[in-house]
């Protein structure tokens, strides 16, 4: 027996920010996050130059596609969800690069 549907309003699925997205919004912390990442690679390019390029490739592709998203994708209920699994996404990759240049940092050389 089912009963009427319950709305947590601790899930993820259930926030304004997913159900009914500013797109702008989304943009504008995508595009904050890309940036203050692509500034941290590109000041490690020395230090270790492929992880570095792999990481501003992966957030400009990623912005992109949140771009793409934004501008380009239908007004549903769906825009909501890709929207904030491509920011998880772009947040999650910036965080493994990041920690990937910092081992190969701190790695003693030899």
Same mark, same amino acid.
Not at 12 to 36: C, E, H, K, T, Y
Not at 60 to 75: M, S, Y
Not at 87 to 104: R, S
């Given at each position: 027996? =089912?009963?009427?549907?319950? =709305?947590?309003?601790? #899930?993820?699925?259930?926030?304004?920010?997913? &159900?009914?997205?500013?797109? #702008? @919004? *989304?943009?504008?912390?995508?595009?904050?996050?890309?940036?203050?990442?692509? !500034?941290?690679?590109?000041?490690?390019?020395?230090?270790?130059?492929? *992880?570095? *390029?792999?990481?501003? %490739?992966? &957030? !400009?592709?990623?912005?992109?596609?949140?771009?793409?998203?934004?501008?380009?994708? #239908? #007004?549903?209920?769906?825009?909501?969800?890709?929207?904030? +699994?491509?920011?998880? @996404?772009?947040?999650?990759?910036?965080?493994? @690069?990041? +920690?990937?240049? $910092?081992? $190969? %940092? *701190?790695?003693?050389?030899?």
């Amino acid at each position: 027996m =089912t009963g009427p549907r319950r =709305t947590d309003p601790t #899930r993820v699925r259930n926030q304004n920010a997913v &159900q009914s997205p500013d797109r #702008r @919004v *989304w943009l504008l912390a995508s595009g904050l996050l890309a940036l203050i990442a692509i !500034v941290l690679f590109a000041f490690s390019i020395p230090i270790v130059a492929a *992880w570095a *390029w792999i990481g501003i %490739a992966f &957030q !400009v592709a990623i912005f992109a596609a949140l771009l793409v998203n934004g501008l380009g994708g #239908r #007004r549903s209920a769906y825009q909501g969800y890709i929207f904030a +699994v491509l920011f998880c @996404v772009q947040a999650a990759v910036a965080l493994l @690069v990041i +920690v990937v240049i $910092a081992i $190969a %940092a *701190w790695r003693p050389a030899g």
